[in-house]
Structures are given as structure tokens and as C-alpha cells.
């Protein structure tokens, strides 16, 4: 896509006019990548820093070497993290047995809008400007997203003290109430005369349940022996171990729902208010109190039924469980409050952060000066000098080789002169 207009005398670059053919990553240096297991990743572009010794670099990577009198590499870093350089990007992105990948012709043909090299220069320096104060805020919606958290697990924490009054009963989950698993996945069962929706791990968050994308299974002559009633409690069966036992309450939606063995299910016994139970969860969640009981196959942490019904679970008085769980609601509802305040801040930095890149590559951002040297005239130099050097190169006459050693050239060969004993070693960065 070419970005150039001829009343911004910008031009069209690709990394093929400043290709770099070998050596290290030196500061300045761009480096992209090739291939990623994340499609997201690829075409992804990090500027090696000013003070940075020359480092290798995988076959991964592809570097852009630019001489500053060429190009400023601080400016076509944020160019290549505009949006319209990316939607090129995305265009050539493939992906092949799960790992995602642009050939390097791919790359190189991305085109960029250049501007003059002094507008570069105070195009850069506006940025700057403008996104390390974004930077900033971002740092800080990032902090108060922590802080809100952390709230949360201290509201939770609280609630549900580890050493309970003594009007309280302590018992387990499984005295104070009934745990099951839901019912195993089969391929044989995706159609048959029974079919209804189940809810799976997908679908279960803490105090939430996701229901965009909810799945049927036949549940032929079995549908009321794992049909969801409201009030049911569904924690995560299997998970990463910090989200085993992740739960939420089933209230009702959607209706006539089962589950399958990726969850577990609490049904409160009478002394116990359903969601009395979903706090003392939310709790043992937070704590990491359910880390303690999971086993690890293949990555996935596992809680079992039986390590569940083990788990310590605190019974207040029927009056008290429903004081404490108006008190969890009013504070987290604050919590959501906060969260969706930041949340909608989060959004106006990406906009701002689009909108200021925008501005810069569409000529918007700083002034243009008449007097400036048109790119056009900057990217004819830039390959004249490149097809010189390939010309060069062409050019060179072959090396002639070297005759292989033999034991009679070895014998008639002088001994080497023995280095002096003053002689430096010389060093190389890598």
C-alpha cells in the first residue's frame, strides 16, 4: 500500500531499501519477527537501544540496519506500529501446523510513509512526547487495576477470616453440602434425541458465567442427573493452577442447562445460603487455598472431588451469612465500579495512542518545512548507493583457494613466530 501524497512529499519505503545483509544487531538496528507460535507476534518490531552492545540474533528475526543520514529508525519504528502498517502485516501472516509465519519477501514489501529526514526528526520528537505521557497514565491504570485486586481479595479475606468466631461452625465442604462432576465429553454424543446446552470450564469465570458460547450434547435418559438448578454453585475442575476452583453461581441462565466433568458442582445443604458458599470459594480462590489440593497432569492442575470435599468451609449463623453477603455485594459492587471507570480508561489511552500515530503519519502532527529535502530525492540516494555496493560486490574477482595441507607442505612449512608475550587479546561484543 502505498502511503505517499504528493502535497506531504512523503514517499514509499519498504525494508528492502534498508535491508541490512549481515553482521550483528547493532543500537539503532530494527529487529522483526519472522515466525511465532502467536499469530499476533509475528511482524512484531523492537528497536535495539541507543546504548545496547552489538548482540546476535536467531534465525527468527530479520534485521534493519539504517544509517542515521537515511532514515531515523526511532521514526520507522512507530511507523511500523500504525495501524495501516499493521492491517499490511496481518495480510501476509500465515499460519502452518500451529505456527504462524511471514516469509521475508513478505516483510520486506511492507511499505512505510516517509517523510523529509529533518520532519522525521521532529516527527519522532513529538511522539515522544506524546506517548511517554500515555505511557505514564498507562502505568498508572495498570497500578490501580492491582490495587482493585488486591481489594477484592482483602474484602474476601476478611469476610471469611481463617480463624472464625465462635458462633461460627467449622466444617468441610463436603459436610456442608453435595459435590458431583458433571458428565464426560464424547464424540458420539455431539447428535443425538436428547440434545440440550451444557456449561464447560469455558464458560465458568469467578462470578460469572460466559454464556456466548455454549456448547450440546445428546444427554439421552441422564439429562436431570446433571441439569443445573439455580443456586448451584459450578467451580473450575481443571484449570492453570492459580484458576483451579474458579466459581460462580448458576442462577438460573441460561435455562435447562447440564455440565460436564471440566466442573464441579456445589449444591448448599439448608444451613447453608448458596451464596455464603460462592464467598468461602471466592476466598479459598484468592488465598490460593485450592492450590494447595490440586494434582498437575500434562500441564493442567486437576481438583479433584474428594480433595474438594476435604476443603475447611466456615458456617456463620443463617442471619450473620446474610449480613456478610449484603456486605460482599456493596463492596464489590464498588470493585466493578472501579474496574469499569479504569476499563473505559484503558480505552481512551488505545484511542489516543491510535489517534496520535494517525496524526503523525498522515502529516498532521508537526509542521512541514518547504525547505526540507523531498524523500523522493532521499530514497533515490538511498538506492544508488545500494545498487553501487551490489554492483561493487558483483564485481569483486573470485578468491582462489587455498591448496588443501599435506604431510609434505606441513613438514617443509616454518614454524610460527611465537606471539609476543606484551601482544593484547582483542576483544569482540557480542
Not at 471440566?262 to 458458599?277: G, I, K, M, T
Amino acid at each position: 500500500m502505498q502511503l505517499s501524497t504528493s502535497d506531504l512529499r512523503y514517499t514509499g519505503l519498504t525494508l528492502e531499501d534498508v535491508l541490512a545483509k549481515d553482521g550483528l544487531a547493532s543500537p539503532g538496528d530494527l529487529l522483526f519477527t519472522r515466525y511465532n507460535g502467536n499469530p499476533n507476534l509475528v511482524g512484531a518490531c523492537a528497536r535495539v537501544p541507543n546504548k545496547s552492545p552489538a548482540v546476535a540474533y536467531p534465525d527468527k528475526l530479520i534485521r534493519v540496519s539504517i544509517s542515521p543520514d537515511k532514515a531515523d529508525s526511532r521514526f520507522l519504528s512507530y511507523a511500523w506500529a500504525w495501524s495501516e502498517t499493521q492491517k499490511q502485516v496481518r495480510q501476509h501472516v500465515k499460519t502452518t501446523a500451529g505456527q504462524a509465519g511471514i516469509s521475508g519477501s513478505s516483510l520486506k514489501s511492507i511499505t512505510l510513509p516517509i517523510p523529509p529526514l529533518p520532519e522525521q526528526h521532529r516527527i519522532v520528537e513529538a511522539l515522544e512526547g506524546h506517548l511517554s505521557r500515555l505511557d505514564s497514565a498507562e502505568r498508572e491504570l495498570r497500578t490501580a487495576r492491582k490495587k482493585v485486586a488486591a481489594f477484592r481479595k482483602s474484602a474476601l479475606l476478611s469476610l471469611v477470616p481463617e480463624t472464625v468466631p465462635d458462633s461460627w461452625e467449622m466444617t468441610t465442604v463436603g459436610q456442608a453440602g453435595s459435590v458431583g462432576l458433571g458428565r464426560q465429553r464424547h464424540p458420539d454424543w455431539h447428535h443425538g434425541p436428547e440434545m440440550h446446552p451444557y456449561l464447560r470450564v469455558a464458560n465458568v469465570f469467578e462470578d460469572r458465567i460466559d454464556t456466548s458460547d455454549v456448547m450440546e450434547m445428546d444427554f439421552s435418559g441422564i439429562f436431570n442427573k446433571f441439569r443445573l438448578e439455580p443456586g448451584d454453585v459450578l467451580l473450575n475442575e481443571g484449570q492453570s493452577p492459580h484458576l483451579v476452583g474458579r466459581p460462580a453461581l448458576y442462577r438460573g441462565v441460561p435455562p435447562n442447562v447440564a455440565f460436564t466433568n471440566s466442573l464441579l458442582r456445589f449444591q448448599a445443604y439448608s444451613n447453608v445460603l448458596p451464596e455464603w458458599a460462592l464467598i468461602v470459594f471466592r476466598r479459598h480462590l484468592h488465598a490460593r487455598r485450592f492450590m494447595r489440593e490440586v494434582r498437575i497432569t500434562t500441564n493442567i492442575a486437576h481438583l479433584s472431588s474428594k480433595r474438594l470435599k476435604a476443603v475447611e468451609f466456615p458456617i456463620p449463623p443463617i442471619e450473620e451469612q446474610k449480613r456478610l453477603v449484603q456486605e460482599c455485594d456493596e463492596l464489590m459492587t464498588n470493585a466493578d465500579a472501579m474496574e469499569r471507570a479504569l476499563e473505559r480508561n484503558s480505552g481512551r489511552a488505545k484511542q489516543l495512542r491510535k489517534s496520535v500515530l494517525n496524526k503523525a503519519f498522515t502529516g498532521n502532527l508537526v509542521p512541514q518545512d518547504p525547505a526540507d529535502e523531498p524523500a523522493s530525492v532521499l530514497l533515490d540516494r538511498i538506492r544508488a548507493e545500494r545498487e553501487a555496493q551490489d554492483q561493487a560486490k558483483r564485481g569483486k574477482p573470485k578468491r582462489t583457494p587455498r591448496p588443501r595441507a599435506t604431510a609434505a607442505t606441513t613438514a617443509a612449512a616454518p614454524a610460527p613466530t611465537p606471539a609476543p608475550r606484551s601482544a593484547v587479546q582483542q576483544e569482540f561484543q557480542l
